[in-house]
């Protein structure tokens, strides 16, 4: 979702998206975000919300496909990078405490910032469940053996 800055008309514009995209063979899903995005000065903005995202992934321990749920708090200053030599080396220092968000001239990504604070906030521990007890031996004690007596019970009852 594209916000144009020069559309931005009110000092507290309310914004919205959902999106999903893949993160090294993982999908996550943006199932919603909700936030305001304030001005906070000349040339500054503030983007605040909440954002909800599910997760697909493996769980380390069992391998099983999971789905983790996670609700985050974004908080981060965007600025449209002003395309003049005076001030890139400013700019340049202001983006490696990576708070501030260098934008287009023009408008603002909502979601590829999104997606940025996403990925920097994602567990890196990845659970089914917290007391997930990792890969299940059970199954192969499930399965019938097939003992000869068996079979020749089998047999007996046709
Ligand atoms: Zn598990």
């Known amino acids: 979702m594209k916000i144009f800055y020069k559309e931005i008309d009110e000092d507290v514009t309310p914004v919205d998206t959902a999106f999903s995209f893949e993160d090294g063979g993982e999908t996550v899903d943006v199932k919603g975000f909700n936030g305001d995005l304030m ?14 995202v599910t997760l697909h992934c493996k769980c380390d321990r069992c391998m099983k496909p999971t789905d983790i749920d996670l609700q985050q708090k974004i908080e981060v200053s965007v600025q449209p990078e002003i395309d003049s030599s005076d001030f890139a080396d400013e700019y340049e ?20 910032i999104l997606r940025q604070e996403v990925i920097l906030q994602l567990p890196l521990k990845r659970l089914c469940s917290n007391d997930c007890a990792g890969v299940e031996h059970k199954e192969e004690k499930e399965t019938p053996t097939r003992s000869p007596l068996a079979a020749l019970e089998a047999l007996k009852n046709k």
Do not use: V
């Open 93 to 112: 220092m202001t983006d490696d405490d990576g708070e501030i968000y260098l934008t287009d001239p023009e408008f603002i990504d909502l979601d590829d």
């Open 39 to 52: 001005k906070a000065g000349e040339d500054s903005y503030y983007l605040r919300g909440d954002i909800s």
